[in-house]
């Protein structure tokens, strides 16, 4: 069974930082692993996703130079570091799995298996 809970989230100012954290159970396999986001009253959009425990980041082009996704492979946990953030990206963040091979980029939101509950990050 796979379970996936995300923390860090919170409230900063604009030109802040935060870093999220999913901690990933189970038997993930070689799975994509993602970054999602949700603004109040806008459909979920990708951030960013990274292939296996390995493989190289790809991220939208929102967020392209100020976020960067890394993972610590023997704890199973994902982080999405967020530098120079903007009330734009104020938003609930999810990760999320897929078995889908994403190592050419980010998949797009139907192929994705397994969610975390959701961490919301204000910036003001």
């Known amino acids: 069974h796979v379970q996936l809970v995300e923390s860090g989230g919170g409230s900063v100012q604009s030109g802040g930082s935060l870093r999220l954290s999913c901690a990933i159970s189970g038997d993930i396999g070689p799975y994509c692993k993602a970054w999602f986001r949700q603004a109040p009253g806008k459909i979920r959009e990708g951030v960013g996703s990274v292939y296996g425990s390995f493989g190289t980041a790809h991220y939208a082009d929102s967020v392209q130079g100020r976020f960067t996704i890394s993972q610590d492979n023997a704890k199973n946990t994902l982080f999405l570091q967020m530098d120079s953030l903007t009330p734009e990206d104020t938003a609930v963040y999810y990760c999320?799995?897929?078995?889908?091979?994403?190592?050419?980029?980010?998949?797009?939101?139907?192929?994705?298996?397994?969610w975390g509950q959701g961490t919301q990050v204000t910036v003001s």
């Open positions: 999320a799995l897929s078995r889908a091979d994403c190592s050419r980029g980010l998949p797009p939101l139907k192929v994705f298996d397994y």
